[in-house]
């Protein structure tokens, strides 16, 4: 069993609906989360980290996180053009373990 | 201006050379870490560093080698031992961040721009 599984995608949504994406991690002793954003040909851009149950949101992207459930996902509101990207899942101790990614494409 | 840097962009080396990517950052992170990305895949750990003069391989070493000698510069050699080098690598770098108390610590890690070595 991999360590970091994302829904394989690729997700196409409408501009202005939400997208969402979903990760389980297999390490119940898992403490932090994160979620990198990566333009085709660019390196990963940290837009997301959360630590405790529940959500987090941060202007259109909201995290969620549930350790009994040992899943974390992210959604994306209102989505743009400018959202098109692969969204990666890590989670940590003191090194990450990724997930191998969903590309997400918004159509206009 | 505060970051990582990676060069070169692009490296383009014929088989059984040996190639050293070089990394640099001035964010005063303690831990900087080596990544490679093949198509359509996620992030694999190369090595990584916690401290200056230390550093331990991640999940995929054999063909690699680091060294740590400087807090700011952490560069990685890709030797002629490495079997499918062509690939996308990408430095990082990280700092502690307290969970609490007795919870641990996080370490968000953020990343250079990437070196894309291409190995004929």
């Known amino acids: 069993q991999k360590e970091v599984e994302q829904n394989s995608g690729p997700l196409s949504v409408p501009e202005g609906a939400i997208a969402s994406l979903n990760c389980t991690y297999s390490?119940?002793?898992?403490?932090?989360f994160f979620w990198y954003r990566q333009y085709s040909g660019k390196s990963p851009e940290l837009i997301m980290s959360?630590?405790?149950?529940g959500d987090k949101e941060d202007g259109r992207f909201t995290a969620q996180l549930n350790k009994a459930s040992q899943y974390v996902s992210l959604l994306i509101r209102d989505s743009q053009p400018s959202d098109s990207a692969t969204y990666l899942c890590?989670?940590?101790?003191?090194?990450?373990?990724f997930g191998a990614g969903t590309t997400v494409t918004v159509r206009a | 201006d505060g970051g990582i840097t990676q060069s070169p962009k692009y490296l383009f080396r014929k088989e059984g050379q040996n190639v050293t990517l070089s990394c640099e950052q001035n964010?005063?992170?303690?831990?900087m870490y080596w990544y490679r990305q093949d198509p359509g895949q996620g992030l694999r750990l190369i090595y990584y560093s916690q401290i200056v003069n230390d550093f331990q391989k991640g999940d995929i070493a054999e063909g690699y080698s680091v060294s740590r000698e400087k807090k700011e510069s952490f560069p990685l050699t890709v030797t002629s031992a490495q079997k499918n080098p062509t690939a996308f690598y990408l430095c990082a770098s990280s700092a502690p961040r307290s969970l609490g108390t007795g919870v641990g610590s996080s370490y968000e890690q953020y990343f250079g721009p990437g070196t894309r070595l291409t190995v004929t």
């Open positions: 890590a989670v940590n101790d003191y090194k990450l373990s």
């Open positions: 964010l005063n992170h303690d831990a």
């Open positions: 390490d119940r002793g898992s403490q932090s």
């Open positions: 959360i630590y405790s149950n």
